[in-house]
């Protein structure tokens, strides 16, 4: 445990999650809505013939492709550039919001709208286009709410997920006068209304996508609002911002990436409109967007692929699932985790895009219980990763005391006799450590403010042990 | 540094520093079935991923099967199907829905059985071609679009740019309805992207999309609000 003082995430990360794991209210509403989820994809979930077998595969499918990933991008770009696109890569999100921004000024650009994509999260895109004065729009309905209330994302998939249909209509009538309801179809139908208005006044649409498929040289985004949709169909620019690690080989891949993706983050069958996107209007199209541009991203991704260990955490397709059954995830909560991808795939890939020791206690925050490695739909070895960052972190920057500790551990415990001595004098030991059980001056306090040491029994168990053969006719 | 000169910078930086990365490779886990790891992935390379139908939820051989799975995934996600007889059937059904509705007006696309299905309703018809107006789509009360495919495993409607009057049409009005033939009807994914591989090869349309039942939403509590963004109904008429 360190002793140094906590640096920023670490403290707020220690206090919100001391908070949030006490909030009753909280907790019921996450529960409910993920034993809802548990139910929902297990029904979909039997109904593959061999889910293993699918996962395997998965699995596989992003292993060519994240280890060939320069064929595959290349493929996919002079694929795309082939039918239109315009592609831009950015070494950092700073590169992609700069290309954006200018893109806005060469079109004049009027008004933004958005799609649901956590990659302009992660380079807050929509903070540096308000720093430049243009308003822009989430348009899908969890998103639009939390920007409404000037909060991050809580989920992946569900961004608003936190939130009673109270709340969201207090922050409806509070920011757009809307009479308050408690019909979550209602407050649905606000969000609609208001959007109508902004896809067609837009003149840029932003979105993400979930894969790039090389041998087309086509984006495909999942949804089940329609939002992105018309977000990348009615503007007359369209922009994609994705992440270097989205590439699947082949067309025929989403047979298999579709509905895995579906049934690990929602539970569906299939998501409602699965829409692939190659190009600007066509010739001969009668609609579409005059310019579309790729933005392919690298932000960090390319030092997670230079370690092979943890490369396979870019196969990760940002479904969800691992939150979902996160037993840490669900008691502290998404915002908790202080970084733009929560629970354990955000403990894992945090520290390798925004610094390991600063973000290095996410992966000391778990259980290891592994429900996230058991659900994820392409077989990420998750909980083990999480060890690897504690090693990995150790190693970097050394705990004295910890070291300290470990090496007195490990003297006394290859030294038998001196073992058996301490085992002896250890109920002493411990009364003595009575005297500052639990208060600051405990070395242990860490550990002590709220757990207490069992009590250390009289009689060892070797003694025991003897005493019982001697008994033994 | 000029723009152009920028961008291929970036490009060369980003790629060199993925082979880079790649110089050494990562292990191969393999948790479930160790052996045929590698050459399975070879044996896909042919557009069609059939193995992958041993694995995802079971389809039947035989049309009828498929057309009662279709169903019945149409009726789990809330859109509305009908089988019809002919073309006749599908008319009147048609203006039957138009009537209960109150339909005022409508869009559709010029197509083999889009031009005369709109026609037969006697109702103001937006003809979606190149250049038409936006607010005048937003008016309409329904969108009258083909089709390239229905997917029985999953119960979508498989449109294109090409096949159902561009990319806005089916996502923008409230009701879409979408006129298929029973020979359209395909057994999986699979199957529908093998179709779009072979119909435009040369050539995709800008949008390819599965629509898979209306627009919805869960994002209030998780309680399923139908109409989201895009249309809060689906009608399926195949004749
Ligand atoms: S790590 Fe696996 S389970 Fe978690 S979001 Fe990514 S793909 Fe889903």
Known sequence: ?473 | MSANEQISSGREQILGRIRRALQVPAPKRTPHEPAPAADRYAKSLPVIRPEARAWLPPVGEAWAEQMQLFTEQCADLRADFFLCADVAEMEERLAVLAKDCGWQQIATHPGAMTTGAAASLSLPILLIEDGYEIVALEHCDAALTECDALVAQTGSVLITSRSAGGRTLSALAPHHVVLARREQLVPDLTAAFALLTERYRANYPSLMSLVTGPSRTGDIERILVLGAHGPKRLTIFCV
């Open chain 1, 1 to 473: 445990m360190s002793t140094k003082t906590p640096t920023k995430p670490t403290s707020q990360f220690q206090n919100d999650s001391e908070r949030m794991s006490l909030d009753l209210r909280h907790r019921t509403l996450v529960q409910t809505a993920m034993s809802k989820y548990e139910a929902v994809r297990r029904g979909t979930q039997g109904r593959f013939q061999d889910w293993q077998a699918a996962r395997q595969a998965a699995s596989e499918t992003k292993w060519e492709a994240l280890n060939h990933l320069d064929q595959y991008l290349e493929e996919f770009v002079r694929n795309t550039e082939a039918r239109g696109t315009q592609v831009f890569w950015a070494a950092t999100g700073e590169e992609a919001c700069a290309y954006i921004l200018d893109l806005c000024r060469r079109v004049e650009a009027k008004e933004l709208i958005k799609s649901k994509t956590m990659t302009s999260e992660e380079i807050h895109l929509n903070h540096a286009l308000e720093a430049a004065g243009y308003c822009v729009t989430e348009s899908d309905l969890g998103e639009y709410i939390v920007q409404l209330r000037e909060e991050p994302p809580y989920h992946l998939v569900f961004p608003a997920m936190h939130l009673t249909r109270g709340e969201i209509s207090d922050t409806f009538t509070q920011k757009l006068g809307t009479p308050a309801s408690d019909s979550p179809e209602e407050l649905t139908m606000i969000a609609r209304d208001v959007m109508r208005a902004k896809y067609l006044s837009a003149n840029v649409g932003i979105s993400g996508a979930n894969f790039a498929v090389a041998d087309t040289g086509m984006i495909s985004i999942t949804e089940n609002e329609g939002n992105a949709r018309l977000t990348t169909s009615v503007p007359r620019i369209h922009i994609a911002l994705l992440g270097i690690e989205k590439v699947l080989p082949k067309l025929a891949d989403l047979a298999l990436f579709l509905p895995m993706l579906a049934t690990a983050g929602t539970g569906q069958a299939l998501t409602c409109y699965n829409s692939l996107i190659g190009g600007p209007k066509q010739p001969g199209e009668v609609d579409g967007p005059e310019e579309f541009h790729v933005i392919l991203l690298d932000n960090g991704r390319t030092e997670l692929l230079a370690d092979p260990e943890q490369r396979e955490a870019l196969h990760c397709i940002r479904c969800g699932a691992c939150l979902n059954v996160c037993p840490v995830f669900r008691n502290i909560g998404g915002h908790s985790y202080g970084s733009t991808y929560q629970g354990p795939i955000g403990s894992v890939i945090t520290p390798h895009l925004q610094g390991l020791q600063e973000w290095k206690h996410l992966s000391a925050a778990s259980t290891l219980c592994g429900a996230c490695t058991e659900t994820c739909p392409v077989g990420i070895d998750l909980h083990h990763h999480l060890l690897r960052n504690r090693r990995n972190a150790a190693k970097a920057q050394p705990d004295r005391l910890e070291q300290i500790a470990y090496q007195g551990f490990a003297f006394v415990m290859t030294r038998p006799k001196l073992y058996r001595q301490l085992t002896r004098i250890a109920p002493f030991l411990q009364r003595l450590h009575q005297l500052i059980n639990g208060r600051r001056i405990d070395p242990l306090f860490g550990w002590t403010q709220s757990r207490n040491f069992p009590e250390v029994q009289p009689r060892t168990f070797k003694d025991y042990w003897a005493s019982r053969q001697e008994m033994k006719p």
